[in-house]
């Protein structure tokens, strides 16, 4: 089963996504490198993706994830 979440925040080395049932930390590693704010995030049960296809960006969204990268 695939899990959709969303990108919330980054938070030093981890990434925070929110799922319908909750939140949770994962290391950025794990993300693709082009992942943003905002961006609509997939997991298969082993790996993580983005989901172009509903993913949205604002320029402050942008901006925030290189100011914390």
């Known amino acids: 089963m695939i899990k959709r979440g969303t990108l919330e925040r980054l938070d030093g080395k981890y990434a925070v996504l929110l799922w319908e049932n909750g939140s949770s930390f994962i290391p950025r590693r794990y993300l693709p490198t082009e ?21 949205t960006q604002s320029s402050f969204q942008t901006f925030s994830f290189r100011q914390m990268g």
């Open 35 to 55: 992942a943003r704010l905002g961006d609509t995030i997939l997991f298969d049960g082993s790996s993580y993706s983005i989901d172009a296809s509903s993913s």
